[in-house]
């Protein structure tokens, strides 16, 4: 069974730009989360989705959105881009648990460097 | 390879030796917790997990206990191997959430 796959593997935004990452989770898996990774802060979530409906968010700015797709595909967006967004961004897909989301499958990550 | 944490908490043993990795949790309502590993480069990739209605769980040469009590979670790891080096992380839920809750961090460097 293929991983959690992530795209693009790096990329180089300048300030004020956009950003779009992409996300395939494993075949089945439903929820799909996102989590913000910097020396400073270490793994911080940012949003999670099941069957294209958002049940939870981070505390981080409206800059920060996302969304799911009937297939289960999840792509974020972060628009007007600062140098502190620079980080790794990793998505995590999951079979759900009731009530909850259950362990969580990485992909490799999307490291984002804001010059 | 990239750098997860640049001033993590280092713990430095022998190849061989056993490993202990600890953990202070946050939220007295996580009833859900894991523990992933993480190489240079990679994802974070599950190690073991326990839910709250336990104590101790084992796996292949790797053990966690949890102390509700204190909020305290430990990895142990027996016979500590080279492919051990990697930085650890204990991870909380709690139900209804839909997000975990990540600890800071531990470098496990492995000495041969």
């Known amino acids: 069974k293929a991983g959690v796959t992530q795209t693009p593997r790096y990329l180089i935004k300048t300030r004020g730009q956009q950003v779009t990452l992409s996300c395939s989770p494993i075949?089945?898996?439903?929820?799909v989360s996102w989590y913000q990774q910097t020396p400073g802060q270490g793994l911080q979530f940012l949003f999670e989705y099941f069957s294209e409906t958002q049940r939870n968010k981070g505390n981080f700015p409206g800059r920060f959105s996302g969304r799911q797709f009937s297939n289960s595909r999840s792509e974020m967006n972060v628009s007007t881009l600062e140098l502190g967004d620079s980080a790794l961004y990793l998505c995590?897909?999951?079979?759900?648990?009731?009530?909850?989301?259950?362990?969580?499958?990485f992909g490799e990550g999307s490291r984002l460097t804001v010059l | 390879g990239e750098s997860v944490g640049l001033h993590l908490p280092t713990l430095s043993v022998q190849e061989g030796d056993n490993s202990i990795i600890n953990c202070a949790y946050s939220?007295?309502?996580?009833?859900?917790f894991i523990w992933y590993k993480q190489e240079s480069g990679k994802g974070p990739q599950f190690i073991i997990d326990?839910?709250?209605?336990?104590d101790k769980r084992q796996g292949q040469r790797v053990t966690v206990l949890l102390n509700k009590t204190v909020k305290h979670l430990s990895l142990q790891i027996a016979a500590t191997q080279p492919g051990d080096s990697a930085v650890y992380f204990c991870a909380e839920n709690e139900l209804g959430t839909y997000k975990y809750i990540f600890g800071t961090g531990t470098r496990l460097k492995v000495l041969a």
């Open positions: 939220n007295s309502a996580s009833d859900y």
């Open positions: 326990i839910r709250s209605n336990m």
């Open positions: 075949s089945g898996h439903r929820s």
């Open positions: 995590a897909s999951s079979i759900n648990r009731v009530g909850g989301t259950g362990e969580l499958f």
